[in-house]
C-alpha cells in the first residue's frame, strides 16, 4: 500500500515539475479560458440580469473546453517521448500511473479554476467565493479528470487524436457536466437544498464509480 | 461455430428473414387496423407501438455489445469484438428509429418537435456515445488493440441505458411513462386498451426477431470484413 501510493505521488511529482519547467500547458489553458469567456460574453450578451443565471454554465463549459487541451497533451508527451514505454516498465501497479496523471490534471484544472474564479467575480461582479460553490468545482474537477485520464490514454494511442478525445469524452461526462451546472447554480443563486442533494449525490457517484472503472481498465489500455 | 460466415446462407437465417418479414407485414397492419385509434389523441397515437419497440431493442443491443465487450477483456476472442460492433450499430438505429418516431409524435402532442426533456437528453446522449464508439474504432489500426479499446469505451457507454431508461422514472419530465405509473406532469398519456396491449406485444416480437436478424446478418458481414483486414495485412506486410 504505502509502495503503491508511493509510486502514485512520484508520478505526480514527476508531471508537476515537467510543467513548472515548461509552464507551457498551464498557460496555454489559462489564456485560451480567458479568451472562451470573451467570447461567451458578446455570445450571450452577459449583462447584468442574464448572468446571474448563466453564470455557472459558461464557467463549466470554459473548464470542459479548457480541460481537453491540459487531457491531450499530458498524454500526448509521454506518447512521443516514448516515456510511457518507461513508465509501464516500472515495477508497480500500472492503475498507480492512471492514480498519478490523474491526480497531475486534476491540480493542473484546479489551477484554472483558482485564476479564472476571481478573474470571473471580478469582470461580471458575481460572487463566486461560496464554500458550497467550491466544492462542488472540487467534486466536478474529479469527476472530469478521472475519465478524461482513462480516454486521454487512449485516445493518444489513436489517429487524430487530438480530435478523438472530446468527441469520446464529452458524452460520457455530460451526467457530470449537468449536475456540475445545476449544483454550482443552485449554491451561487442560493435556492432551497432540497434541490442541490440529487446533483451532489450524482456528483459523488460518478466520483467513485469511474475512477473504479478507469483503475480496473487502464491495464488494458496501456497493454502492448 | 454457427456464427461463422460460410459461403451459404443457414438455414436458420434463410427462416429468420422470412419470419422478420411476415412479422413486419403484420405488425403494420395490427398497427393500422387492429389497434384501436386513441380518443384523445387520434391517429398519431400509433407510432407508440414502434416507437418503444425501437427503443427497449435498441438498448438491449447496447446492453449487449457491453456485454460482448466484457467477455472480450476477460478472454480475448475476435467474436466478441465483431458482435460488439454488430449490437452497436444495430443499437444506433433502432435508437434513431425510436427518437425520429418520437419526434414525430412530440410534433402534435407536446407541440414541438423537440424539447429539452431529460429523456430526450439521455436517449441523444446515448446515440452520441455509441457514434463516437465508432469512431474510436475507425481512428484505430491495429485490430487487437481497436477490440480491447471498443470493449472498454462499450462498457463506459453502456452506462447511459440505465440513465435513458430511468430518466422518465426519476426526473420530472413531459415524457410519458405508459408502462408502471409516470410523472403527473407528462403530457400524452393513456391508459392501454387489451387490443393496444397485444399490438404492442407483437411490435416488440417484430422489433425483437427483426433485430436478431440483422444481428446475424451484421456479424456475418464482420466476419467477412475481419477476413479481408487479414489478407490486406498479409499483402501490404510482404
Known amino acids: 500500500m504505502i509502495g503503491y501510493l508511493t509510486a502514485v505521488f512520484a508520478i505526480l511529482r514527476k508531471d508537476l515539475a515537467v510543467e513548472w519547467r515548461s509552464r507551457q500547458l498551464l498557460a496555454g489553458m489559462l489564456i485560451f479560458t480567458l479568451l472562451v469567456i470573451l467570447i461567451f460574453n458578446f455570445a450571450l450578451e452577459l449583462d447584468a440580469r442574464v448572468r446571474s443565471e448563466v453564470s455557472a454554465g459558461v464557467l463549466w463549459a470554459t473548464f470542459a473546453f479548457a480541460g481537453t487541451l491540459g487531457l491531450n497533451r499530458s498524454m500526448a508527451f509521454e506518447k512521443d517521448g516514448h516515456a510511457l514505454d518507461g513508465l509501464l516498465l516500472a515495477p508497480v501497479d500500472r492503475s498507480a500511473i492512471y492514480l498519478g496523471k490523474a491526480l497531475a490534471n486534476l491540480l493542473f484544472i484546479l489551477a484554472v479554476a483558482l485564476f479564472i474564479l476571481p478573474i470571473y467575480s471580478i469582470l461580471y461582479n458575481v460572487n463566486l467565493l461560496n464554500l458550497g460553490f467550491l466544492l462542488v468545482v472540487l467534486l466536478g474537477s474529479w469527476g472530469y479528470v478521472s475519465i478524461g485520464t482513462l480516454l486521454a490514454t487512449m485516445s493518444v494511442q489513436a489517429r487524430s487524436r487530438e480530435l478523438l478525445l472530446p468527441v469520446l469524452l464529452f458524452p460520457v461526462l455530460i451526467p457530470v457536466l449537468i449536475a456540475a451546472v445545476r449544483a454550482s447554480s443552485f449554491f451561487l443563486q442560493g435556492l432551497d437544498s432540497s434541490y442541490i442533494w440529487p446533483s451532489l449525490n450524482l456528483l459523488i457517484a460518478y466520483g467513485i464509480i469511474m475512477p473504479t472503472l478507469a483503475t480496473l481498465f487502464f491495464d488494458y489500455i496501456v497493454e502492448e | ?238
Open chain 2, 1 to 238: 461455430m454457427a456464427l461463422r460466415s460460410a459461403s451459404k446462407t443457414p438455414r436458420l437465417l434463410q427462416v429468420l428473414n422470412f419470419l422478420s418479414l411476415a412479422l413486419l407485414l403484420a405488425a403494420t397492419w395490427m398497427v393500422f387496423f387492429y389497434a384501436p385509434r386513441e380518443a384523445v389523441m387520434g391517429e398519431v397515437q400509433r407510432v407508440f407501438y414502434f416507437h418503444v419497440a425501437a427503443g427497449w431493442i435498441g438498448m438491449v443491443a447496447f446492453i449487449a455489445a457491453a456485454v460482448a465487450g466484457v467477455l472480450y477483456l476477460i478472454r480475448p476472442n475476435k467474436k466478441w469484438d465483431i458482435f460488439s460492433v454488430a449490437a452497436v450499430e444495430l443499437g444506433l438505429v433502432y435508437s434513431f428509429v425510436n427518437i425520429a418516431a418520437g419526434s414525430i409524435w412530440a410534433r402534435p402532442i407536446w407541440n414541438t418537435w423537440w424539447t429539452w426533456d431529460p429523456r430526450l437528453v439521455t436517449a441523444s446522449v446515448m446515440e452520441l456515445t455509441f457514434l463516437a464508439y465508432l469512431m474510436l474504432r475507425q481512428a484505430i489500426e491495429d485490430p487487437e488493440r481497436r477490440a480491447r479499446f471498443g470493449a472498454i469505451y462499450a462498457i463506459l457507454g453502456s452506462l447511459t441505458v440505465p440513465l435513458t431508461y430511468m430518466s422518465i422514472r426519476i426526473w420530472r419530465t413531459i415524457h410519458p411513462v405508459v408502462i408502471g405509473s409516470g410523472d403527473p406532469g407528462a403530457k400524452g398519456t393513456f391508459a392501454m386498451t387489451q387490443p393496444m396491449l397485444v399490438t404492442l406485444m407483437v411490435s416488440l416480437l417484430t422489433f425483437t426477431v427483426f433485430g436478431i436478424t440483422l444481428l446475424w446478418h451484421r456479424v456475418r458481414l464482420g466476419w467477412q470484413a475481419d477476413k479481408v483486414e487479414e489478407l490486406h495485412i498479409k499483402v501490404m506486410g510482404m
